[in-house]
């Protein structure tokens, strides 16, 4: 939300659009410039205030006013999260709108209150920004996402919250912990859509929250949840029409002196006409013998992937290859194919990232319950 140019690059800018025009800037006054008068001018430009999109860098008061004024790349962050945002809510129902303004504005809240200058524990307020201008910007990007006759746009909750544990000495961590959650929403919804849109909301509050799969969700998130700690939830839309939506949300939480945070992926797959999450008999007939066939066809496909020079020995990859595929929360699925995404240290060390198998419908045909129709499932993104 803040500019660099100045004044001085305006008129650069101008010489030179003329010149490509084929005319020389002198030839449309005819005149030449006194010293006195050049003067007189650069004077008033230099004395001109430096505007930013958001807000007058020559009235900024809190350390993030100032250091963004300071720092050319946070600059141009700002006026690319300012210009993201302002594109974001032109493309949407004015309801769905003030929605992402009051996000936005939380966020700017959130933002000052998160990254204090804390240059007295080697964690300058310049880092921390540049830390969370990128994130904020990449959620932006996204833009309302046309799927399916559907639009999905970003919708955000910030949370801080004061740490609980004594820091070790010479921690650089500050004395609270972060959270940042995101997820999907659709605009202008049918009533199908809008409970959709409170399903997956729910699920974002699940997550950001620390409640588990089987414990009762709360109505909001649980901001205790984040002291030291930094809890990041997202998503990303896999798949949408008409009968179903697929997201994946991810979570991340790093615990203030881990090694690395601990990361989940959560698939969560809903039938809009049905308003309720998929079943497993949805698919699967019983008694079909589908989790057998799905295990080892999974353990096939895992050995003979690109990944299989990484996986673990061959006894502890089939019995964690059959624990995962009766778990749905390790399930995607399309109109092209049926996914098992397995977990962290499941099959192969964290370092080897996401693992997964994908598995053809045709093979499925056998094991799926009457009136599955994969064919009316929504085609991959």
Same mark, same amino acid.
């Given at each position: ?31 030449? @410039? ?9 004077? =008033? ?16 008061? *809190?350390?993030?006013?100032? *250091? ?12 690319? =999260? ?9 493309? @949407? ?5 003030? %929605?992402?303004?009051?996000?936005? %504005? ?20 310049? $880092?921390?920004? $540049? ?38 000495? $010479? ?28 399903? /997956? ?5 699940? @997550? ?59 698939? =969560?797959?809903?039938?809009?006409? @049905? ?11 019983? $008694? ?27 006894? *502890? =990859? ?33 370092? /080897? ?29």
């Amino acid at each position: 939300m803040h500019s660099s140019r100045t004044p001085q690059a305006a008129i650069f800018q101008c010489t030179q659009r003329c010149r490509r025009r084929g005319r020389e800037p002198g030839r449309l006054f005819r005149m030449r @410039l006194s010293a006195r008068f050049v003067v007189m001018i650069l004077a =008033v430009l230099s004395a001109a205030p430096a505007v930013a999109a958001g807000f007058d860098c020559a009235k900024a008061t *809190t350390p993030r006013e100032k *250091t963004v004024c300071a720092d050319p790349e946070l600059s141009k962050l700002d006026e690319d =999260v300012a210009a993201a945002y302002k594109a974001l809510r032109s493309q @949407l129902s004015p309801a769905s709108a003030a %929605r992402v303004q009051q996000d936005q %504005r939380a966020w700017l809240r959130w933002l000052d209150a998160s990254c204090p200058d804390l240059k007295d524990k080697e964690r300058p307020i310049g $880092g921390c920004l $540049g830390n969370a201008y990128p994130r904020q910007l990449q959620m932006l990007q996204k833009q309302p996402q046309r799927v399916g006759g559907m639009t999905f746009f970003p919708r955000l909750r910030m949370a801080i919250a004061p740490n609980t544990q004594t820091p070790a000495p $010479g921690s650089f961590y500050p004395s609270f912990g972060v959270g940042r959650f995101s997820w999907p929403e659709i605009d202008q919804p049918t009533p199908e859509q809008a409970a959709w849109n409170a399903a /997956v909301r729910s699920e974002a509050v699940r @997550l950001g929250s620390g409640t588990r799969p089987r414990q009762r969700t709360p109505s909001d998130f649980r901001t205790a949840f984040v002291a030291d700690s930094e809890v990041d939830v997202g998503y990303v839309l896999k798949a949408a029409n008409e009968s179903l939506i697929s997201v994946v949300m991810g979570k991340s939480i790093y615990e203030y002196g881990a090694a690395h945070p601990n990361e989940d992926v959560i698939p =969560v797959q809903w039938w809009l006409r @049905l308003k309720r999450p998929l079943k497993g008999d949805d698919i699967f007939k019983t $008694g079909s013998g589908w989790e057998q066939f799905l295990g080892k066809r999974c353990y096939e496909v895992l050995k003979s992937g690109e990944q299989a020079q990484y996986l673990y020995d061959d006894k *502890t =990859v089939r019995e964690a290859t059959m624990s995962s595929v009766k778990q749905m929360n390790n399930w995607t699925l399309d109109a092209q194919g049926f996914q098992v995404n397995f977990p962290e240290y499941g099959v192969a060390p964290r370092v /080897v990232g996401e693992v997964s198998a994908r598995i053809r419908w045709e093979e499925l045909k056998p094991y799926l319950a009457p009136g599955f129709r994969p064919a009316d499932l929504p085609q991959p993104r």
